[in-house]
């Protein structure tokens, strides 16, 4: 084969340097159009680039271009244009993009002009950021992702990995490279592994392997070493269409189910519960002490009328343990269902039992075999804001502000993605349920957990303005005597998550410090603002029963002595849970924060 042609994208290359003696090598600015460069290189990146390639491939002929904005202000627009230019104006057999964009606003454009050039023939081989983070194009399918490894301690070896953004890595230790003062230097990194498989690509196209696909298949058959992977993969069905759906039981779970059921995509025909409830017979307005939402009879479960609905939606029964036998209940439905044919949305993790069915029953769980194994521990940027919803302890209305807060983005035109960490999330349009609450259904911890979320928070952010996300119960330990008092899924999820503003939840009776720890927690784990406290209206009558006693509405003249003395206290603004004046305020804020 003739010369294998290999453009550079870089800083530009010293044509002087001694290592390019007797070498064919053309060098560019590209300002809208390629302008012929003599100068010597400010940087001398791309001269220790093209120095590797000509060394261990000599057959090639390079041409390196140079983008004349100064590598500080580079983004994805500049290569889109080089890319784009390169496609229209020059043949080339392979492209070296030693660079990598972390953030990539213009996603789409991007893979599109690659794989444009990809169906053109052109092999691109695109390092990953130093920082060990992923980044573009080089996590592209198109794409030869590279980075390097200390298991590669020479210049031909190479390391394969299946199924991953990762495709190679090679030798990206010190080593010595071209430079332009001193005339040498010691340099290591992905883009000097990058360099290392272009060469090798090089080889290969000179051999008449050709397409990507052979090119990695040459890569495997050649590498020093394989890392078997595993793409990640849902460990069951999709979420089956709901019409017409019967709630069971009348539990906490399923109040906001009521209260917000005029945003669910399906219509709740029943409500039933157990006759030892003490509900049976009585109304949800009354129960929930509201006459703005939907009335309900609570019906008696024995009377359950399969006829009425197509899903049942069965809440967690732990505290109907005391009361009934709830697995031999549980399987009773189950059976019933099947021989109905109707499906149910279950909130307690029954798949394991031999009557479960992966089409018609459905549990919002996470398990081991969700998780890509992540060979290098890279992790996404997250390209759009993400709001965080976090609180100082449970029941005090944090999945009720999450729904809220949800449908006056959606109303005001917004995208939202959101991960919530109710069962229920699913059910009211989010994209993701991880149930790290009561009775959680989620079975992956530590690295494997963030791992998890960063890859669920980099698919929302290709199609949606915002991503809203939501903790459970406490944020930090209120108390260090017991284990149950950790908030290990907590920190977790607020790790993996990484709000770029959050608002706190708390109660009208914690404790100033708890409150001013549990911000000064958030802000630090997650680098971000707390700029809102929200009230949860509710407390504890002063009186015998104390915090054994059922809460009442807080006085208005309560609430406004707790939004002035915090309000002095962390110059934050403080809302009321359920003012829907307030709430839009709290909206208007987060609007003009991330404005």
Not at 176 to 185: D, E, G, L, S
Not at 398 to 404: A, G
Request: aromatic fraction near 12%; include cysteine; charge should be neutral.
């Amino acid at each position: 084969m003739k010369h294998i042609k290999i453009i550079v994208i870089d800083s530009g290359a010293d044509i002087n340097h001694p290592i390019f003696n007797n070498y064919s090598i053309k060098t560019y600015i590209y300002n809208k159009i390629l302008i012929s460069d003599t100068d010597t290189p400010k940087d001398a990146h791309g001269t220790a680039i093209c120095g590797i390639i000509a060394k261990e491939f000599p057959k090639s002929e390079i041409i390196s271009i140079r983008p004349l904005c100064e590598s500080s202000d580079y983004n994805e627009t500049h290569l889109i244009n080089i890319l784009k230019y390169i496609y229209e104006n020059l043949e080339a057999h392979i492209i070296n993009l030693s660079l990598g964009i972390n953030i990539c606003h213009l996603y789409h454009e991007l893979y599109n002009i690659c794989n444009k050039l990809k169906e053109k023939g052109v092999i691109i081989i695109s390092a990953f950021d130093n920082s060990g983070a992923i980044s573009y194009p080089a996590a592209f399918d198109n794409v030869i992702g590279v980075a390097s490894d200390n298991n590669c301690t020479e210049c031909n070896d190479f390391g394969y990995i299946e199924k991953d953004f990762v495709n190679i890595v090679a030798k990206g230790t010190p080593q010595r490279v071209a430079w332009i003062n001193p005339q040498y230097m010691m340099l290591g990194g992905n883009s000097i592994a990058c360099a290392h498989v272009t060469a090798q690509t090089a080889k290969y196209m000179n051999s008449r392997i050709l397409g990507y696909d052979d090119i990695l298949k040459a890569f495997c058959s050649k590498s020093k070493f394989t890392y078997k992977n595993s793409n990640l993969s849902k460990n069951q069905k999709p979420l089956f269409h709901i019409s017409n759906a019967a709630l069971f039981p009348f539990n906490k779970e399923m109040h906001s189910l009521i209260r917000f059921s005029d945003t669910l995509s399906f219509k709740i025909v029943d409500i039933y519960d157990t006759k030892y409830s003490g509900t049976v017979g009585s109304s949800t307005t009354l129960l929930l002490n509201d006459n703005f939402i939907p009335s309900f009879t609570i019906k008696n479960i024995n009377d359950i009328n399969w006829n009425n609905f197509d899903t049942l939606i069965i809440g967690h029964l732990g505290e109907l343990s005391n009361l009934i036998d709830k697995d031999n209940l549980l399987r009773s439905i189950m059976l019933t269902a099947k021989k109905h044919n109707k499906n149910l949305f279950l909130f307690d993790d029954v798949s394991k039992y031999d009557i479960f069915d992966h089409y018609t029953m459905y549990v919002p769980r996470v398990c081991k075999e969700d998780v890509n194994n992540n060979y290098l521990g890279m992790l996404y940027y997250i390209s759009k804001p993400v709001l965080g919803i976090f609180g100082t302890s449970s029941r005090q209305g944090k999945f009720t502000l999450q729904i809220t807060l949800r449908n006056l983005f959606i109303n005001s035109g917004y995208k939202v993605g959101q991960i919530g960490t109710e069962p229920s999330s699913t059910l009211f349009g989010m994209d993701e349920a991880y149930p790290i609450g009561y009775n959680s259904s989620v079975y992956i911890n530590g690295k494997d957990a963030i791992v998890y979320l960063n890859s669920v928070l980099n698919n929302l952010c290709n199609k949606n303005d915002i991503i809203i996300v939501g903790s459970q119960s406490g944020t930090i330990p209120y108390d260090i005597g017991n284990l149950c008092q950790y908030t290990l899924s907590q920190h977790e999820f607020i790790s993996a998550t990484q709000p770029d503003v959050a608002v706190l939840c708390i109660n009208p009776y914690d404790d100033k410090n708890y409150i001013k720890r549990t911000i000064t927690y958030i802000e630090a784990t997650a680098d971000c603002k707390v700029i809102a406290l929200v009230v949860f209206p509710m407390s504890f009558p002063e009186n015998w029963l104390g915090y054994f006693g059922k809460k009442i509405k807080i006085k208005e003249n309560d609430f406004n002595k707790i939004k002035k003395c915090y309000e002095n206290e962390f110059k934050i603004n403080v809302y009321k849970l359920g003012d829907d004046k307030d709430i839009q305020k709290l909206y208007e804020n987060i609007i003009n924060y991330l404005s």
